[in-house]
């Protein structure tokens, strides 16, 4: 139960600080994401093709700026609701409808990011093995198909939660008239907790795979300067800086993944309650992950980057 009201919490300094940085930072990577979005739709009208690249970017980008949205719906939802009162079915059904939107995006957003970190790294990382060797020449038509699968098997692995929680659902909306127990009333309540374990599961997945990616580019890199040492040869050869351009982002987005991941842990957990610092810190850190990884993916693309800068000039040259 929520012990604080909206009305109170909004008007505490910790409260307006809160909810101002939280939608800053949403509006950030609105932004930064809707760029993404837009350059890559522009130019795909243009070509009427999308390499696998440009697809799984702009897909992550769509994926994202889409969360975001439904993530600022559902907080500016409890603060219209909460004041009035939490458990109407009114606000029930919508925010039903608003955290089954977030699970499904944030699942695309995570398998996005994933296959996208792989990409990265088979096209990139020199290893002397026969599975590297044929997926370096396959990962362009293989990458978009294991998008598409792992997004259909992650739907379907949450089918038993889902009829678990309508199961759970239907019982309390037959028992509603029923007078129950403390512990009845809290598992009615919390009827969405039947959804916490697919979350943390798939989640630690893509973490697992991103994390790999991360370690498969770091081994290569060192295995390729070790035998540069040995041969003597210069260490700005192409293999290398292509190493570099590819790993330094990637280790940026694997840093703030990893602060990430236990704030995702907090929200989805329903650990601390709202209005917390606790929760407000895993609330922050959401949006702060999709803005910098937007930022990265434009500064560390050629074609986001120069559109990018001749915004800024032409915006400079205005004022």
């Known amino acids: 139960m929520i012990k604080v009201t909206a009305m109170a919490l909004i008007m505490s300094p910790l409260g307006v600080l809160a909810w101002a940085t939280f939608g800053i930072l949403n509006v950030m990577a609105l932004l930064g994401n809707g760029f993404i979005i837009v350059v890559n739709g522009h130019q795909w009208l243009q070509s009427k093709k999308m390499i696998p690249y440009k697809f799984l970017l702009t897909t992550l980008s769509t994926s ?3 969360l975001q949205m439904d993530s600022v719906v559902g907080h500016f939802m409890y603060l219209i609701f909460a004041e009035i009162q939490k458990e109407t079915h009114l606000y029930a059904s919508r925010a039903e409808v608003v955290n089954f939107i977030w699970m499904f995006l944030n699942m695309v957003s995570l398998w996005n990011a994933s296959w996208l970190s792989m990409l990265y790294c088979v096209k990139v990382t020199n290893f ?11 990962v362009n038509m293989l990458v978009p198909r294991l998008l598409g699968i792992s997004i259909i098997v992650s739907t379907v692995f949450f089918f038993p939660s889902a009829a678990k929680y309508y199961r759970k659902k ?20 919390d009827a969405f907790d039947v959804f916490h374990f697919p979350q943390l599961f798939l989640a630690s997945v893509n973490f697992g795979l991103t994390l790999t990616a991360s370690c498969l580019l770091l081994t290569s890199l060192w295995k390729h300067t070790n035998n540069l040492e040995k ?31 236990p704030c995702f842990v907090l929200a989805v957990g329903d650990i601390f309650e709202f209005g917390r610092l606790e929760r407000w810190a895993s609330e922050i850190v959401l949006p702060l992950y999709a803005f910098v990884q937007s930022i990265i993916l434009i500064l560390t693309n050629p ?17």
């Open 231 to 261: 041969s003597g040869a210069a260490f700005k050869d192409l293999s290398t800086q292509l190493h570099f351009k590819v790993m330094m982002p990637l280790l940026v987005s694997l840093l703030f993944y990893v602060l990430y991941f």
């Open 303 to 319: 074609e986001l980057k120069k559109v990018a800068a001749s915004i800024l000039i032409i915006r400079q040259r205005a004022s």
């Open 128 to 138: 002397a093995n026969r599975l590297f060797i044929w997926l370096k020449a396959r």
């Open 64 to 66: 994202r700026f889409l």
């Open 170 to 189: 239907k019982w309390c909306n037959l028992t509603d008239a029923v007078p129950r127990n403390s512990s009845q009333r809290e598992g009615c309540n």
